[in-house]
């Protein structure tokens, strides 16, 4: 499966960002889908996730309340909602994708990143 995450851009603290994970290859609806942010001089860390079937979301502490995973099978599509932007969520976000029910944090397709720049 293909992954292209789009969606990213400047926004200014308490401003909103939808970010859009689209996948073409395969039916991206029997795949668990996970978004990650990479900031400057930091590790990767997991954002949040959807697993196939919705019934399994998670998301990291920091996010909740705050960022919303949701998908649309029927376009391919998997979305962060991103309310609330504080200067600390800026980053390049990555999407990624995996066979597996509950692949935690280790998925194993993934899709370039896209920029959240969030300014103070």
């Known amino acids: 499966v293909q992954l292209q995450a789009s969606g990213g851009g400047l926004v200014q603290a308490g401003g909103s960002l939808r970010l859009t994970c689209a996948a073409s290859?395969?039916?991206?609806?029997?795949?668990?889908v996970g978004w990650f942010r990479q900031a400057p001089g930091k590790e990767r860390e997991f954002v949040a996730s959807i697993s196939w079937g919705n019934r399994y979301i998670k998301y990291e502490d920091s996010v909740k309340g705050q960022f919303t995973i949701s998908r649309d099978n029927a376009q391919n599509t998997v979305y962060l909602q991103m309310n609330s932007l504080k200067p600390e969520d800026t980053a390049v976000y990555y999407c990624a994708a995996d066979e597996r029910y509950n692949p935690g944090t280790e998925f194993y397709y993934w899709g370039q990143g896209t920029q959240v720049t969030v300014s103070s």
């Open positions: 290859g395969r039916t991206f609806s029997s795949y668990s």
